[in-house]
């Protein structure tokens, strides 16, 4: 089979690769703490369940528009002017199977040869894998552990050159857990004036996941900029709903038209029974979302605490997500060999940095989505693992 020399330029998602060889070792019959996914280990609300087993039992079981149900693209719009007043029209808003479809669609339309794409970097690494197979040449965004893994509005706009097209930023942020204060959005959305050729992405998957009083900035908040900014958000991360497979976009009306034809030519629509589930989401009780958030932010005290008590690491407190990311350069172990390590050897799963971009080298992504006893554990077997290997040098 000869396939087309664009395959060879399609990433991978590492946090799967480890989770499998993690399975693999448990199945051998091998103790693992598995803090390399990100995935919360908190039950869907019951009400969310019902939901769409009602559905179900009511019969939604055929194809629903290629955008979405117009309830639920409707509770979107509601949804969003009642978190960050932010006026959307439900005909801006397409429903997808997850978040990935809309950094999927929107990489798509703007990415070619000749083209640039602007991403963080460390970051989720599929933007900067469906950048290369589009043929663009990705122009990575540094995120630095001094500023709390924000990015810097004067260095993003230094970057923009007239073959930028789209420009992509995330936060609260995966993997490093930073969030971009609320000052350097505002400098970035003054300086975009002057780049009307620029489109921005803003992944905003854990817009409610923020901690010690630190509110969430929409961007479509910018008017200005309304009509080139895409959003990504979804239900997987805040509602614990990732194997349910739900996101949206909010699309400038310009474009959602093409959005909407991405989609039929890929998988046509979401789950019509999850598209009711996600709408109780929406429309229900947020209570299950406040005590999962209390949770987390235990969690994160807890990890932040312990990794920053190890030999060789230092952790920042994330203010944002479910990720922490410690600089482990003091160990003298590069990333992606101590994160072998520690799963063969410590049973300890977590991510190298450097599986979210070159800047990723030097740390660790340890997602505290899990509870508080395995984050516990997991820290002591990396401090004795650790330990050892000193004692053996």
Known sequence: ?????????????????????????????????????????????????????????????FYTPAKGLPQLREAVAAYLKRQYSVPVHADQVVIVPGGKPT?????????????????????????????????ATPVPIPLREENGFSFSADEVLSKITPRTRLLIFNTP??????????????????????????????????????????????FL????????????????????????????????????AHAE??????????????????????????????????AFDERRKVIVAGLNSIPGFRCVMPKGAFYAFPNITGTGIGAKKLEQLLLNEAGVAVLAGTAFGQYGEGFLRFSYASSTENIQEALRRVKAFLAAQAVAR
């Open 1 to 61: 089979m000869q396939l087309a020399e664009r395959m060879s330029r399609l990433g991978t998602e590492s946090a799967f690769e480890v989770l499998a060889r993690a399975k693999a070792l448990e199945a051998q019959g091998k103790s693992i703490v598995n803090l390399g996914i990100g995935s919360p280990d908190f039950r869907t609300p019951d009400n969310i369940v019902e939901a769409g087993i009602k559905a179900l039992r009511d019969g939604f079981h």
């Open 103 to 135: 950094m999927y669609f929107a990489i798509s339309m703007f990415g070619e040869p000749g083209a640039e794409i602007m991403y963080p970097n460390p970051g989720f690494p599929i933007y900067e894998s469906v950048i290369k197979y589009t043929g």
């Open 173 to 218: 942020a995966n993997p490093t857990g930073g969030v971009v204060p609320k000052a350097e959005l505002d400098k970035l959305a003054v300086g975009l004036a002057n780049h009307p050729h620029v489109t921005v992405l803003a992944d905003e998957i854990y817009s409610r996941m923020t901690y010690d009083g630190e509110k969430h900035h929409c």
């Open 221 to 256: 908040s910018y008017e200005h900029l309304r009509d080139r900014t895409i959003l990504l958000d979804g239900w997987s991360k805040t509602f614990s709903m990732t194997g349910w497979r739900l996101g949206f976009g909010v699309w400038p009306m310009s474009i959602v």
């Open 261 to 294: 034809r991405l989609q039929i030519n890929s998988n046509s629509c979401a789950s019509a029974p999850v598209q009711m589930a996600g709408m109780e989401a929406l429309n229900g009780p947020q209570d299950a979302v406040e005590r999962m958030m209390k």
